[in-house]
């Protein structure tokens, strides 16, 4: 018999037994689909988790007083007791660096915001107009904090608070008081929204003189740092601290971070477990191939006649064999092909519930999803099959 | 033609040995119409699975058509039955999910036989047993005359030597056995040599030739 007949008599045989065969190719079609749904979340997780951090900076390193006791570590971690603190000169220090490519000082405050009757308590960093480019921020009207205008009094604000005050959309230009003085708004900052729980549609911008002014200090909250490339992350990061270390009188009081070791922790845990879901669902798969093998020892049970009668009519053990693994092979395929369909459709409703996850399968996930369904459903038919092509066939056709 | 020489089968039913056929010598010339009959458990369906390579001697010598067949492999076997032999069942042995024509189609596919030869071959063998408006349905739809005539046709499609039908009437009432025989026998003056294993003493009249079967020996053969 011919390979095409194979197919074509195994194909014939799994349509004829439909409740069977749709009960079978569901199961398989589970299995696949949850390989692909669970890679798909836990590659968005991933993905999720990657993209805020990318949206915080390129090559970003930070730079905040004290040391931290243990390595690593979150940007917004409360640190203990700080001998010394950071300073502007320090930042112009550090900015000297070949490594840095430039550099943005820090501060943090919250003050009142007050224009034409209205008031309300505002998030305000001060800093210079390199934070723009260094943090991935843009503007969607007027200029950021000019180069060289530090001792100038103007303020970049968040898009929700220039439209809580001015709702008319004449922004540039206007004065807005913050704590007592009075600034002129530069610019206005694009809508981005949340990123790593901070929102910056929410925030107002002044120079980094009037922020230490308007916070009666002389130190920094952080400096962030753009190191030239990737490659000079680490060296950026090991120079930064040396030169710290000599200005601070030897003293090791600061902590260096770089986005990119929690990235990459993050980013190792994510795939772990991402990984790991996929080696859960693949259970099920394995669980399906079970139940082919079970459903293809009862088909040979149910059908020992047929195949007695098969080798009377002089059909060779090897065309028998080769039928049964291509039944089996028909399930497996159409279950695969149902599963994989079912898992883009399932991962395609969880981006559409929910849009900030970028739930996509991953490649290697459907690849090994549907190859694990073919292969145990191939697996799971040899013994059967092997059963059918040993029967005796004056035995079978006698139906016992 | 068919040779068996000093052929014995032997079952075991626990500590019990059965002889199915006990030193059975046979030759059976081509073009034969030959019954054999006997009571049950005689050995007549074991000569017969014997003669049709479906069962293997335990001792003796079969030759078939002039080459020694005893000790072929499985596959040279099968190879054998498909070119050579066609069974005729009891109970069809159709298979219900596939039509009349496709049933008939089977030993073709096996034999490796191209799409388009395969139709016009089976077409031929609907008209040739009067099944042409039968040819789409399943054996469910069929009355037993006409399963039997699909089950005919698939076992000559290829133009066997030899017919062995196992009590091809035993499902059948009288009066269509009676037309199945006659379309056996049809067969038989085209040439095939025709062996039945019956119960049926009229059914045995038939034959030109009769052998008489009772434990595993052969007690009669006569022409």
Not at chain 1, 54 to 78: D, H, K, M, Q, Y
Not at chain 2, 69 to 81: I, N, P, Q
């Amino acid at each position: 018999m011919n390979l095409r007949d194979t197919l074509t008599l195994s194909c014939q045989t799994v349509v004829s037994y439909r409740t069977r065969s749709l009960l079978i190719v569901l199961a398989i079609a589970l299995g696949v689909a949850a390989v692909v749904v669970l890679t798909a979340l836990g590659e968005g997780a991933r993905r999720y988790v990657v993209g805020q951090f990318s949206s915080l900076g390129t090559n970003l390193v930070i730079v905040l007083p004290g040391r931290a006791e243990t390595s690593g570590g979150f940007p917004g971690a409360a640190l203990g007791q700080t001998p010394r603190d950071l300073t502007l000169d320090d930042a112009r220090f550090i900015s000297h660096l070949p490594q840095v490519k430039r550099y943005a000082p820090l501060n943090v405050g919250v003050a009142e915001l007050s224009a034409g009757g209205k008031l309300r308590e505002v998030t305000v960093l001060g800093s210079t107009v390199e934070l723009l480019p260094i943090r991935h921020m843009k503007l969607s009207q007027g200029s950021f904090l000019a180069p060289g205008s530090e001792r100038s009094a103007q303020i970049v604000l968040g898009s929700v608070l220039a439209h809580e005050f001015f709702p008319d959309g004449k922004v540039i230009g206007q004065r807005i008081r913050l704590g007592d003085s009075r600034f002129l708004v530069s610019g206005v900052l694009a809508v981005q929204g949340e990123s790593m729980g901070f929102n910056s549609d929410e925030i107002a911008i002044i120079p980094v003189d009037y922020a230490q002014e308007l916070f009666n200090t002389n130190t920094l909250f952080r400096i962030l740092v753009e190191a030239r490339s990737r490659n000079d992350i680490e060296p950026a990061k090991a120079a930064i601290a040396h030169a710290l270390k000599l200005r601070h009188d030897g003293e090791e009081d600061v902590t260096v971070i770089t986005q990119d070791a929690i990235l990459a922790t993050f980013d190792r845990i994510l795939r772990a477990l991402t990984l790991g879901v996929a080696g859960i669902a693949a259970i099920s798969l394995a669980v399906a191939g079970i139940l082919v093998m079970n459903v293809m020892l009862v088909a040979v049970a149910q059908r020992t006649s047929e195949i007695g009668l098969l080798k009377a009519l002089g059909a060779p053990a090897a065309d028998i064999r080769r039928l049964f693994f291509a039944e089996a092979l028909w399930l497996s395929l159409a279950g695969g092909a149902i599963g994989y369909a079912l898992g883009n459709l399932g991962a395609w409703g969880i981006r559409l519930a929910y849009p900030t996850l970028p739930a996509w399968p991953p490649v290697w996930a459907s690849v090994a999803g549907v190859a694990t369904a073919l292969i145990t459903g191939i697996l799971a038919s040899l013994l059967p099959a092997a059963r059918a092509a040993r029967l005796d066939p004056v035995l079978a056709l006698s139906g016992k | 033609m068919i040779r068996l020489n000093a052929i014995t089968r032997v079952f075991r039913m626990g500590d019990q040995e059965v002889r199915a056929l006990n030193g059975v010598s046979l030759d059976i010339a081509s073009g034969e119409y030959v019954s054999i009959m006997g009571p049950s458990g005689s050995g007549k369906s074991t000569l017969l699975n014997v003669v049709g390579l479906l069962d293997r001697p335990d001792s003796g010598r079969y030759e078939l058509d002039g080459s020694d067949v005893t000790d072929l492999s499985e596959t040279e076997r099968a190879r054998v039955r498909r070119e050579k032999i066609g069974f005729v069942f009891q109970s069809f042995h159709l298979v219900p999910r596939l039509t009349a024509a496709e049933n008939i189609e089977l030993p073709l596919m096996l034999e490796g036989i191209a799409p388009a030869e395969r139709k016009s071959r089976v077409d031929a063998a609907l008209d040739a047993f009067d099944l042409k408006d039968r040819a789409r349905h399943r054996p469910a739809e069929l009355s037993g005359g006409q399963r039997q005539r699909v089950a005919i046709a698939r076992a000559t499609i290829l133009r066997p030597t030899a017919l062995l039908a196992d009590e091809p009437t035993g499902n059948l009432d009288h009066r269509i056995g009676a037309e199945v025989m006659a379309l056996l026998e049809g067969l038989h003056h085209a040439g095939t040599t025709l062996i039945v294993v019956t119960h049926d003493r009229e059914l045995g009249a038939r034959a030109h030739r009769h052998i008489a079967m009772r434990d595993g020996e052969i007690v009669g053969d006569e022409k």
